[in-house]
């Protein structure tokens, strides 16, 4: 399931807005084709337009795709326990470990930025700590936070603006902007938040 397709609908649903999809019968693999009524609430056939009996709202439709596990960290790897009291000492670690892998320092601090907004999630709404492993894999560095207390019951968390009058939800929805791309998984009762960077180049944005 591309969450994407998902998210259009969820972002757009109150826009004075209509878009067409087109899928080949011949080049669509058959997973992709049997997704589409599932994200499309109307189907254009040799018959008009008609509406998608296999259509989920977007906030129902539960995303399979995030159920896949993570590959585990690659090469030389650093890990940091972190509490309330110790939010600053992380960034600056993660800002130190970002320019000493190579990252320029506004794609650093846009890093720093993301890992401040989730780590602050963690001790405050979660277990009150922490861990956030690094590594390098490529041509990119990758900050996953670990939080033994965090839960997800939105599925599609940060993909939409939190309202203007909500206190909470900023966090992921800020890291989706700053950061190329966004992996979330629950795995034995603790969430993992794995944020990806560039060294280098026009920041992309991926987001699954």
């Known amino acids: 399931m591309d969450p994407l397709r998902v998210v259009?609908?969820?972002?757009?649903?109150?826009?004075?807005?209509?878009?067409?999809?087109l899928y080949g019968a011949n080049g669509v693999p058959e997973e992709a084709r049997a997704h589409v009524p599932l994200t499309h609430p109307y189907l254009l056939g040799p018959h008009g337009e008609t509406p998608s009996p296999g259509f989920v709202e977007p906030h129902e439709l539960v995303l399979t795709g995030d159920d896949r596990p993570l590959p585990g960290p690659s090469g030389q790897v650093e890990?940091?326990?972190?509490?309330?009291?110790e939010l600053?000492?992380?960034?600056?670690?993660?800002?130190?470990?970002a320019r000493a892998a190579g990252m320029d320092r506004d794609r650093a601090a846009s890093l720093v930025l993301s890992v401040s907004e989730i780590a602050a999630n963690s001790v405050e709404h979660g277990a009150g700590h922490g861990t956030i492993t690094m590594w390098v894999n490529g041509r990119e560095l990758i900050?996953?936070?670990?939080?033994?207390?965090?839960?997800?019951?939105?599925?599609?968390?940060?993909?939409?603006?939190p309202e203007p009058e909500s206190s909470r939800g900023y966090g992921l929805w800020i890291s989706r902007q700053l950061c190329d791309l966004v992996e979330l998984r629950t795995e034995d009762g603790t969430l993992r938040v794995r944020l990806h960077m560039r060294l280098g180049g026009r920041r992309g944005t991926g987001t699954v």
Request: proline share 10%.
């Open 8 to 21: 259009i609908n969820a972002a757009l649903g109150g826009a004075a807005a209509e878009l067409l999809c």
């Open 79 to 85: 890990s940091v326990r972190f509490t309330a009291p």
């Open 143 to 161: 900050c996953e936070l670990a939080d033994p207390g965090g839960a997800l019951e939105d599925p599609l968390p940060g993909y939409i603006p």
């Open 88 to 97: 600053r000492r992380l960034r600056h670690t993660v800002g130190d470990y």
